[in-house]
């Protein structure tokens, strides 16, 4: 069965149908509903058995874009019977508007032809031979189950609503309470956003360099910093705690924001003006500036009655290398200090949003936008980042090429942290000794030149990033020259590499964007401890990846991988200090949901309380 992508076999429109003798049928004018109708009439015939069974497509003609039933194609049953030759189809009524399920109902093939256009005047569509391996065309939810917002241009930014067809159904959906928030968030950033009468006055305060007085519009700006899987995991974070604090989100362009990303809001753009007034300064921003918080701790000038009235804007240092006071915005009553303040300027290369799950005063309002705690990145993720066309380009038409006919997708993302370039023999172990242990990928017959071509032919493609090539030639080399014991088809692509990481070039961003984006299509995924690439990736396609252990002293690890506890990225630079007590304590110890990650002893990463191993 190939895999279910595109609207390329959307059915005739009605028009083409209209000479059908079957949709000359008369009105059904019984005041009998016609669906009940429908199902007594195919009550009658229960009891046949199903042979296979297919998909079909109902229109309703008076609206042409539509689509009102969908039948869905499932072989329920296999009875063969002497001489009869029946399917039975599972006919899913579906509301055109948010695709709930009205009533399914069973129908023999021929007979929903006939019934369908009696009854509803619709045309009997695409009902061949040869579709009967067709998978099911079910109206995708563009919109994602509510989280994205409907009303964009979509030829602006082609991502944004076709995702979805290239993407699993969402194993998870987003909470009502997530989706009211992200709406009230938009309204804000509507009413505030750049140039809006409420920037310009709350920009005002910043220019004069006045102390701050209450403003109804406040802001975090996000600094372009570090490479691009950490730049994504920081605007998830920044984004989250904009959410919380009711902040309007800002991002510096840096090289390459705009080139990379759609712009996420409706109306109003989500980037820092070029004209804001302080950017000049933002290179010089470290934790000596003055404007640092950590710093400002140090100086004692965070503001009690009698010290001093707070700063138009604070720098919060949240880069790795960040120290004691710097942490303290983890602190609740750090927190609260902030809420004076009407700019904040972050600059963070970690994902942070583990720690805020440890800060009381958002404590509820996390559990309540997040009944799921491994989604949190996963709906942020869908949500604010959407690939441009160019980078949608180099993302469809490599998925088209090489991967959308394959049976199953396996990613392997591989990231090797040493001081040389590779290829390592130990690296190539390591893979191929995970993806066999854990049935990723076939094991290979040594003995025999040629399987018998009767066989299991499925077909999987295994797409490979890295740095370098080596391991993808190695991979792809063996399944070229022997067979698999499965029978399988294993084809090994790469786009891809680079030779070392560069962080801030066009093509090389967009490619490696493109790389993180396809590695989220995938089935199943392995990534290489420690990498944000591989976290990208993982969140953004809802996987539970499997984690290649780090390799030490230049060995494969033993054993080579191991399954992550959930699709969430690490916090590589959490905080160990309890802000009630003052003293330091293991934030991984506190609470179920925030736990170790598997690839990083120190790091911080969500999970559910049912997958904890
Ligand atoms: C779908 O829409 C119909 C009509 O607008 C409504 O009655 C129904 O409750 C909706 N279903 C859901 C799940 O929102
Ligand atoms: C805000 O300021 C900008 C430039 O200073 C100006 O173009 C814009 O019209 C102003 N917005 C409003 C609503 O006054
Ligand atoms: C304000 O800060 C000063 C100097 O650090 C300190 O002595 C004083 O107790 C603080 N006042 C309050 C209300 O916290
Ligand atoms: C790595 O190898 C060196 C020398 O071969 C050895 O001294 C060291 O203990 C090894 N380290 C680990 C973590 O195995």
Known sequence: MKRLNRNTNDP??????????????????CGMNPI??????????MGLSVLFSISVILRDPSSSDSLWAVAEARVLEVKPQKGTF??????????????????????????????????????????????????????KDKLLGGLLPAGFDERSCLSRYQSVLYRKELPHKPSSYLISKLRSYEV?????????????????????????????????????FSGLGNRILTLASAFLYAVLTNRVLLVERGVDMPDLFCEPFLGVSWLLPSDFPITDQFNSFDQKSLHCYGNMLK??????????????????????????????????????????????????????????FLI???????????????????FLGRYLLHPTNPVWGLVTRYYEAYLAKADEILGI??????????????????????????????????????????????????????????????????????????????????????????????????????????????DKLVTSSWSTFGYVAQGLGGLKP??????????????????????????????????KRKAGVDTGELVPHVRHCEDMSWGLKLIDHENEL
């Open 12 to 29: 005739p429109q009605p028009s083409d149908r209209e000479n059908d003798t079957l949709s000359r049928a008369p009105d059904v004018k």
């Open 36 to 45: 009940k109708l429908m199902g007594i009439f195919v009550f009658c015939l």
């Open 86 to 139: 029946v399917a039975f189809k599972r006919v899913m009524i579906i509301h055109p508007i948010n695709s709930t399920t009205l009533y399914f109902l069973d129908f023999l093939p021929s007979l929903i032809s006939l019934l369908s256009s009696i009854l509803f005047h619709w045309p009997f569509i695409g009902l061949e031979e040869d579709d009967f391996p067709q998978p099911v065309e079910v109206p």
């Open 188 to 224: 804000l950033h509507k009413r505030c956003g750049p140039h809006t009468e409420s920037y310009n006055k709350t920009l005002e305060q910043l220019q004069s360099g006045q102390r701050a007085s209450p403003s109804d519009c406040n802001y975090l700006v996000w600094m372009s």
């Open 299 to 356: 100086k004692n000038i965070v503001g009690n009655s009698t010290g001093f009235a707070p700063l138009p804007f604070v720098y919060l240092h949240l880069v790795h290398d960040y120290d004691d006071q710097d942490k303290l915005f983890f602190c609740d009553q750090d927190q609260s200090y902030f809420q004076k303040i009407p700019w904040l300027i972050m600059k963070s290369d970690n994902y942070f949003i583990p720690s805020l």
């Open 360 to 378: 009381p005063s958002f404590e509820q309002e996390l559990n309540n936008l997040f009944p799921e705690k491994e989604t949190v990145f996963y």
């Open 413 to 522: 993302q591989i990231r090797v942290f040493d001081t040389e370039p590779g290829p390592f023999q130990h690296v190539l172990d390591q893979i191929l000794a995970c993806t066999m242990k854990e049935n990723l990928l076939p094991k290979i017959n040594q003995n025999e030149p040629i399987i018998d071509p009767s066989g299991n032919q499925k077909t999987k493609a295994v797409l490979m990033t890295s740095l370098s090539s080596g391991y993808f030639e190695k991979l792809r080399d063996l399944y070229w020259e022997h067979p698999t014991v499965t029978g399988e088809v294993i084809g090994v692509y790469q786009p891809s590499h680079e030779g070392y990481q560069q962080t801030e070039k066009q093509m090389h961003n967009r490619k490696a964007w493109a790389e993180m984006y396809l590695l989220s299509l995938t």
């Open 546 to 579: 499997w984690i290649l252990y780090k390799p030490e002293n230049r060995t494969a690890p033993n054993p080579p991988c191991r399954r992550a506890m959930s699709m969430e990225p690490c916090f590589h630079a959490p905080p160990f200090y309890d802000c």
